[in-house]
Structures are given as structure tokens and as C-alpha cells.
């Protein structure tokens, strides 16, 4: 069987338990595992992947985003969370059926393979629709179902939620793709009551005791604010008391968001294990608030990256993403030692850890999966090379981005995609977008 080889690398950065950066070393891939790092005698018929003036970094991890919602790109400019969901909302109810999702889908995950992220976190309804989209562009897929009270705007009712989420196990072997965990999505406190959490978590555990659980949860201080006034408890106290967060819980819970989390959430949080999928992007730009990156990690809780969707960030960039996390620490906290590699680390490992994959990916390691990244180290503007993880964090971006292997297949080869049509891709979802947009207009007219 033929195996891929990364030949010559000039930078191999590991993010292995003592973030080891190697020179001049090649990497071969067999099977979509990584089979050897160092000296690769070459055989006959292998796949070579030309690595001079390449860095070589593992594929990034996208803790939180909504695919989809790449067609809804611009459409609620200049809101805050209420005033933009109100939009978003109208839009998603008017266009957003199976066939548009799994478009919208396969659009973002290309963007993000363009730009070195292999794996995201991917939170839309008509999950189904949305994981077919992206497997197709090659992209190692976190989906699952979501959960509103409501008929939210699928228009599903509550017993059609629980029912695609007790069939979900098996979709996604049928629709095959890179492993992912199984993960249930309810999509706030404030659209799923404490019952219904309660319900959603204890069946995901009951179906894989080691699943993803993924929610919104104190993105702006409006939304903690009304939340107490209507239940008297924070998002993360009802997480609680819905039992989804029990000490030491065998899920992996990750929070969207979490950037008005108490002193008291904050302990909670720590104790349960929870992960906090930070978008300083989106916090940013909605004007959300400022999560205080140091004292998080001091209070213990585990920290990832996300850019999340595109109608509230406009794109998905995790280069972009980790600079304004790295730029926020460093502001928050009035210190400026915060390491890149802390921003690294996040983006990958942890961001694996947190999806239970940290054994398949998140580093380069004999043994592990091969999602691969490759930058073009022969730029202006990444050389010289003094601090590995400083250049990586503070002045590379997705435009350096050469080759990307998921689970050891090429599905991005010298800047293009290799699994999709580009041309027709964008314009389907132009087609798309004019419909989206024509809602969201007459949402803000009302
Ligand atoms: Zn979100």
C-alpha cells in the first residue's frame, strides 16, 4: 500500500507533552496514521509531499462554530446577541433547509481546510445535512443534533430532538469520515429549560458515556442577567441542576462562549472538567465582553479556541482567532507573558482534549492520525524564525497555508481543495445567499 511522505521539513512543531519543535526531518504517513518522524528511507511507489521551507504543525482545532452559517456571512452587521439572533434567526427560518446546510457546510469546512483548521466543533440544525456537508470536503467533523424547547427553526418538536439523537451513533458510521465522538448540542439556557437539558444529557451518556455535550453559556452579560431574573441561577446553575455537569463527569462538556462565568461558575466549571471554547472574535465584535484568559486558566478551567459562526465573526479564521485571544490575555489580564505556546497548545491539544480526541490527534506523534498542516516558511513575513510558537501565533495566517492531510489523505494540495469543486461551490452558495439575505432584511424591517 502506498503511504504519503512529508519529505525534508524544515520545521516539524509537535505540541507533544514537552512541545518540541524538530529540523530537518521528514514524515511518513500510512493508513492515516503517522508511521514514522525523522530519517524516511524512500520506497519505490510512495506519495511525496515536497517539505523544504515548510513548517509542519498539527491540523487546528475549531472549538466552536456554526458551518452553515458561512451563507449568512454580513447579514446582521452592528447588533448585539439579542439584536443579531432576532435576525439571524429570520434568515435561518426562511432558507436554511437540509439541502442549504449541507451547502453551507461544505463551504465552511473548506474554508477552514484552506486555513489549516482539520477539525471544528460544529453547532446548526439539520445536523445531518450540515456533517454530510463538510465529511465531503474532507474536514473531521464534530456535528450532532440540537435542542431547542420550541420547534426552533427546523420546526422539529422536542421527541423528534431525542429521537435524532438516539439515532445519531449510527448515522455517523453510516456516513463514515474521519472518528468523531458523539456530541448533543442544546443550544442555550435560555432556548432548552432544565428538564429538557437534563433529558439530553442523560441520554447522550446513556449512548456514549464519553460524548460531547455543547451549549451557549454566558456569552454576554445580558443574557446572564435575564437568566437570573427568570430562574434565579446562571446558565452554568442550571447546567447543574439539569445534572450535566456532575463532578468528574465522564462527558466532555464544552461551553460556548463562557465569558460572564461567575467566580462560583467558574469553580463549578473547573470541578466538572468543562472546557471553554473562547471566540475573541465574535466576543469582540458583538461587543460581548472580554474573558479574562489568566484567571480562567488560574481558577482551572481548560480553554480552547473558536472563531464561532460566520454572521457573527465573518469568517473562520483560527490564525485571526488566536492572535485576538493572545492580544485579549494579554489586555485583561495587564501581562504581557502570556505564552504563545498557551495559545498553540489551545488551538490544538487542548481543543482535542476537549473533544475526547487526544489520543487520535491534536499533536504530531508516532501513532496518531495524520491531520497535518504545512506553511510556506519562505515569506518575508515569516522570516527570520527566532520564537517557533511567537511566529505561528503573531505572524503567520491561513494565506501560508500550503497542504493539509486529514486522517492521512491530501485534502488540500498547494492552496486548493482536492475533494470539491470550487467553482460550483461558490456559486450554488451565492445563489443561496441572496434568498438568506432578502429574509434577514425583512426581519429588521418588522
Ligand atoms: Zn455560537
Known amino acids: 500500500m502506498s503511504r504519503v511522505v512529508i519529505r525534508d521539513l524544515e520545521l516539524l512543531v509537535t505540541v507533544d507533552a514537552e512541545d518540541s519543535v524538530l529540523h530537518d526531518v521528514s514524515v511518513a ?8 518522524v525523522g530519517e524516511v528511507p524512500a520506497r519505490p511507489d510512495d506519495e511525496v509531499i515536497d517539505g523544504r521551507g515548510r513548517l509542519a504543525l498539527p491540523g487546528l482545532v475549531n472549538l466552536h462554530t456554526h458551518l452553515p452559517m458561512t451563507l449568512l456571512r454580513g447579514i446582521a452587521e452592528g447588533s448585539d446577541l439579542q439584536g443579531f439572533l432576532t435576525r439571524v434567526w429570520a434568515a435561518e427560518g426562511a432558507v436554511m433547509d437540509p439541502e442549504t446546510v449541507e451547502l453551507g457546510a461544505t463551504l465552511g469546512a473548506v474554508e477552514s481546510l484552506l486555513g489549516g483548521c482539520t477539525t ?10 450540515g456533517h454530510r456537508g463538510a465529511v465531503a470536503a474532507g474536514s473531521r467533523h464534530v456535528g450532532g443534533p440540537t435542542f431547542f424547547d420550541g420547534p426552533g427553526p427546523d420546526g422539529l418538536e422536542w421527541q423528534e430532538r431525542m ?8 448515522v455517523l458510521r453510516s456516513i463514515g469520515g474521519p472518528a468523531v465522538p458523539v456530541a448533543a448540542m442544546p443550544h442555550a439556557t435560555y432556548t432548552n429549560s432544565v428538564e429538557h437539558l437534563a433529558e439530553v444529557s442523560s441520554l447522550l451518556r446513556e449512548l456514549a458515556p464519553d460524548g460531547v455535550l455543547h451549549t451557549h453559556v454566558s456569552e454576554n452579560a445580558a443574557e446572564n442577567a435575564d437568566t437570573v431574573a427568570r430562574f434565579g441561577a446562571t446558565p452554568t446553575q442550571l447546567l447543574a441542576s439539569a445534572g450535566a455537569l456532575p463532578p468528574l463527569a465522564s462527558l466532555r462538556v464544552v461551553f460556548g462562549h463562557g465569558v460572564h462565568l461567575t467566580d462560583s461558575d467558574r469553580a463549578t466549571a473547573a470541578a466538572a472538567g468543562v472546557t471553554v471554547a473562547h471566540c475573541p472574535g465574535s466576543n469582540l465584535k458583538l461587543a460581548s465582553g472580554a474573558l479574562n484568559w489568566t484567571r480562567w486558566r488560574a481558577d482551572g478551567i481548560h480553554l480552547g479556541i473558536g472563531t464561532d459562526g460566520c454572521a457573527s465573526s465573518n469568517d473562520l479564521d483560527m490564525w485571526q482567532a488566536m492572535r485576538q485571544a493572545a492580544h485579549l490575555a494579554a489586555l485583561t489580564s495587564g501581562d504581557p507573558a502570556i505564552g504563545a505556546v498557551d495559545i498553540l497548545r489551545a488551538a490544538t491539544i487542548d481543543g482535542a482534549r476537549a473533544l475526547g480526541m487526544e489520543h487520535l490527534v491534536g499533536s504530531l506523534e508516532v501513532g496518531k492520525r495524520a491531520d497535518i498542516v504545512l506553511l510556506d516558511l519562505d515569506q518575508p513575513h515569516l522570516t527570520p524564525v527566532h520564537d517557533v510558537p511567537a511566529l505561528l501565533v503573531h505572524a503567520a495566517g491561513r494565506g501560508d497555508v500550503t497542504d493539509v492531510l486529514v486522517d492521512g489523505r491530501i485534502v488540500v494540495s498547494e492552496r486548493r481543495a482536492t475533494l470539491v469543486d470550487l467553482r460550483q461551490l461558490l456559486d450554488r ?10 429574509a434577514a432584511h425583512a426581519a429588521q424591517e418588522v
Open 29 to 36: 504517513v500510512e493508513d492515516g496514521v503517522i508511521a514514522e
Open 120 to 129: 471544528q466543533l460544529d453547532m446548526y440544525f439539520h445536523h445531518e445535512a
Open 163 to 170: 429521537a435524532g439523537l438516539r439515532a445519531w451513533p449510527e
Open 429 to 438: 452558495s451565492r445563489g443561496r445567499a441572496r434568498a438568506a439575505a432578502a
